[in-house]
């Protein structure tokens, strides 16, 4: 079909696809959505951050600092398994009823939390809100791209990338107040309201899609891909410490985990619906930034995660106080985040913003490490400001890079794909420094301490931070001192990565920014004749010619 038999067929549509909404939302219920839409990312956000301040008291009442690193870990893990697999059945069977399940789920793991006896029944409902928070996070974004057009679309999706810092502020906040209040349950009933007016704007604001052909389901790349990343993440956890290297137990979760993954990319290649398309790998742009956000995101959640409870068993500041003081990190990467998406839309360069912003992760991480348990807590508190600016700089930057180098019918998958292998270094960075942060502690403790003073410790596994408080001067030091050295060193073995992330993000190749909208279609949206595509659209983006090859390959049909 030519293009302008295409264009003369298609405009009388082109109105309908500039109003607000393009799945039937009207302007008064669209902000009804989007709050809902917030509110469900909100609960996702926080739930990774929320318990940190907390952790050291629940896992004292609990009996179980040795199983500490999984309450972070397992809801962490579940959502990335789960990331993919919601976008790829939003896709196919719309994206209503698949958000309503996922907060559904999510509030029963809340509850089932909120009543744990043990620490077994805590992972256990960490893994049941990972279910459900995987499919909030990226729901929550697709359902935007449906309801509001490219052109306003921007405002929206800032937003939400405002709650992520805003929750990383608020949820160890929040975790820390609900400690020394009502108590560290009340951190998982708190989800319970904010979810029910998710759930109700979800249900009775957002539109349905009749589903007119039958899905086509991954469930091998589901399945393979889910046994892959969880047999990453316990031979990083337990692999030196639970297990020595050599145990027939690493070595066999090895041997899985590798089969898993090249089965995996063997069924990708193969399957007719993808979840996460092996193509996307041929583009250098993708491979370099995946890798390098991957290897950030080891650094700023391993920093995220246990920061909170070194600074209240290490300093003797309460939970709320320890809260206080991630703060300088949220903020400079708040700022940062902000500066350099302005500075991206008025010179359209960009690559240099992940190089600076790695080199400075790598110069934070390596000052950190050598923090010692009696330097000023302002000193610590710059440079996790320092890790914040140099994690502001790198970020965001690195899923626009992937947004650019993609057409328009693959800029979704592509995110997903990204932020699939991005909480995959959230996950290893969590167990990992958790894993070697509990068995470093353990180990020091129990070297140093009296042996009445373990076993009245349980071994470290029952110490809280008012309880090390309280503790005469030379076990009170001891404490401190073996929190110092179990966990601050650890971020030295990380300078690497963050050094390696500068070299990956060199190779980049920058590409010119669209300097116009895009058409927000897909090729069967353009089949059907929803949109009017303008020649001077179709000239200025990066992979225009797969555009007009979904125009033509519709045009045959």
């Given at each position: ?59 004292g009442e609990l009996n179980g600092a040795n199983l500490m690193l999984w309450v972070i870990t397992a809801y962490i893990l579940a959502a990335t398994i789960m990331m993919p697999i919601y976008g790829k059945l939003g896709d196919q069977i719309g994206r209503k009823y698949l958000l309503v399940g996922a907060i559904i789920v999510f509030l029963i793991g809340s509850v089932i939390g909120a009543l744990a006896p043990d620490m077994g029944w805590l992972i256990v409902s960490r893994v049941v809100q990972g279910l459900g928070g995987g499919g909030l996070m990226i ?27 805003f929750s990383s502020v608020v949820g160890p906040l929040l975790g820390g107040w609900f400690t020394e209040g009502p108590g560290w349950r009340w951190a998982f009933w708190f989800n319970l309201p904010v979810g029910a007016l998710a759930l109700i704007g979800a249900l009775f604001f957002l539109k349905s899609r009749p589903v007119t052909v039958r899905p086509k389901l991954d469930f091998w790349g589901m399945l393979l891909m889910a046994a892959a990343t969880t047999g990453l993440v316990l031979v990083s956890s337990w692999g030196g410490s639970t297990y020595a ?313």
């Amino acid at each position: 079909m030519k293009k302008e038999s295409l264009q003369a067929q298609q405009r009388p549509a082109a109105s309908a696809s500039s109003q607000p909404g393009q799945h039937g939302h009207s302007h008064g219920n669209l902000l009804l959505v989007f709050v809902a839409l917030m509110m469900a990312m909100l609960l996702a956000a926080l739930n990774q951050t929320i318990l940190a301040t907390a952790l050291p008291t629940i896992v004292g009442e609990l009996n179980g600092a040795n199983l500490m690193l999984w309450v972070i870990t397992a809801y962490i893990l579940a959502a990335t398994i789960m990331m993919p697999i919601y976008g790829k059945l939003g896709d196919q069977i719309g994206r209503k009823y698949l958000l309503v399940g996922a907060i559904i789920v999510f509030l029963i793991g809340s509850v089932i939390g909120a009543l744990a006896p043990d620490m077994g029944w805590l992972i256990v409902s960490r893994v049941v809100q990972g279910l459900g928070g995987g499919g909030l996070m990226i729901l929550s974004q697709a359902i935007i791209a449906d309801v509001v057009p490219a052109r306003e679309r921007g405002k929206y999706m800032g937003a939400m990338g405002g709650v992520f810092a805003f929750s990383s502020v608020v949820g160890p906040l929040l975790g820390g107040w609900f400690t020394e209040g009502p108590g560290w349950r009340w951190a998982f009933w708190f989800n319970l309201p904010v979810g029910a007016l998710a759930l109700i704007g979800a249900l009775f604001f957002l539109k349905s899609r009749p589903v007119t052909v039958r899905p086509k389901l991954d469930f091998w790349g589901m399945l393979l891909m889910a046994a892959a990343t969880t047999g990453l993440v316990l031979v990083s956890s337990w692999g030196g410490s639970t297990y020595a290297w050599s145990d027939p137990m690493i070595i066999g979760l090895i041997a899985a985990t590798v089969l898993t993954a090249v089965g995996f990319v063997l069924v990708e290649r193969k399957t007719a619906e993808p979840i996460i398309p092996m193509s996307m790998f041929r583009d250098r742009n993708f491979i370099m930034t995946t890798i390098a956000g991957l290897f950030v995101s080891v650094a700023m959640f391993g920093a995220l995660g246990y920061m909170p409870t070194y600074f209240q068993m290490a300093t003797g500041v309460s939970a709320t106080a320890a809260g206080l003081l991630m703060i300088p990190m949220m903020a400079a990467l708040l700022a940062s985040s902000m500066i350099s998406g302005v500075l991206v839309s008025k010179t359209g360069r960009y690559k240099w913003m992940p190089v600076v912003g790695s080199a400075i992760v790598a110069v934070a991480l390596l000052l950190m490490s050598f923090v010692h348990a009696d330097t000023g807590i302002w000193v610590l508190c710059v440079y996790l400001g320092l890790l914040g600016l140099g994690l502001g700089l790198n970020m965001q930057i690195l899923v626009l890079i992937v947004q650019n180098s993609f057409p328009l019918r693959q800029v979704g998958t592509a995110t997903a794909a990204n932020n699939f292998f991005r909480q995959i270094g959230a996950t290893l960075g969590s167990a990992v420094v958790g894993s070697l942060f509990a068995h470093r502690l353990v180990d020091l403790l129990t070297d140093r301490l009296p042996s009445a003073a373990v076993a009245a410790t349980g071994g470290g596994n029952s110490l809280t931070p008012d309880m090390v408080e309280h503790l005469p001067a030379p076990v009170h030091d001891v404490i401190v001192a073996s929190y110092n050295e179990a966990l601050m060193p650890l971020f030295l073995y990380m300078v690497p990565l963050a050094l390696a992330a500068t070299v990956l993000c060199l190779f980049v190749v920058e590409k010119p920014l669209a300097t116009t909208l895009e058409p927000d279609v897909m090729p069967e949206a353009i089949s059907e004749g929803n949109v009017m595509i303008t020649a001077e659209t179709e000239g200025n983006h990066p992979a225009n010619t797969d555009l007009r090859g979904a125009e033509a390959e519709a045009g045959r049909r």
